[in-house]
């Protein structure tokens, strides 16, 4: 099993244009993840599924973010437009059942803003 | 509200020396812990969490529900310990919050 997959890998943008990252979790998990990482802020909890239901979404910082998750073997997460603030590392993680249970991460996706 | 504090940001000790990464949390209710840690290179995974009472490569982490800590401890740091580590309670069945991490240096 790969485990959680994202792509890309590294983005590198300009401010305004539309940035799209994307995840498939670990076949058979029920919820997915969505995380920031950043220096001044650590780790953040953006928004989480449950059966590709969008759970809680009160981290996702502005309506610039949005993100979908079609069936249970995919997910994306948009910023449109992006800015040079939205720079850091994005990361998906899945698990089955609840919170309690491993969360299984993705490598990240490195998230540059010009 | 809901908070859990790493108060080292860079924590550096020598090959063999004991280890023990602060990881304060406020959360009125009882939550379940996890430290989760990310060596170089590698995806962030779970170390160990407080209900198992287990110990995971020579660490364990202790709840203190007094002083609201789990710091997580090792009597012998070894160099393959260098990484980042997160601290992170539970306040929910669905989630997480997560401290701002510590990142373990051990020089031989």
């Known amino acids: 099993d790969a485990g959680v997959i994202q792509s890309p890998r590294h983005e590198v943008t300009e401010m305004g244009q539309e940035v799209t990252l994307r995840c498939k979790p670990i076949s058979g998990h029920d919820y997915l993840f969505w995380y920031r990482q950043t220096m001044m802020r650590g780790l953040e909890l953006l928004i989480y599924?449950?059966?590709?239901?969008?759970?809680?979404d009160s981290g996702m910082p502005e309506d610039r973010f949005s993100a979908k998750m079609p069936n249970a073997s995919f997910s994306t997460l948009k910023i449109q437009p992006s800015e040079p603030r939205d720079s850091a590392v994005y990361f998906c993680?899945?698990?089955?059942?609840?919170?309690?249970?491993?969360?299984?991460f993705g490598p990240g996706t490195r998230l540059t803003v010009l | 509200a809901q908070r859990v504090t790493q108060p080292e940001k860079l924590l550096s000790v020598f090959k063999g020396a004991p280890v023990e990464l602060k990881c304060n949390y406020s959360y009125s209710g009882s939550p379940e812990l996890f430290w989760y840690v990310q060596y170089s290179r590698q995806r962030l995974q779970l170390l160990l969490r407080h209900i198992s009472r287990e110990s995971i490569k020579g660490f364990t982490a202790d709840l203190n529900k007094g002083e609201t800590s789990f710091h997580l401890k090792k009597p012998f740091a070894q160099e393959e310990d260098s990484a980042m580590y997160y601290c992170a309670p539970a306040i929910s069945n669905y989630q997480l919050i997560w401290g701002a991490g510590t990142k373990l240096i051990i020089k031989p």
């Open positions: 599924f449950n059966n590709n239901v969008p759970i809680d």
């Open positions: 993680a899945s698990s089955f059942g609840t919170v309690r249970d491993t969360q299984y």
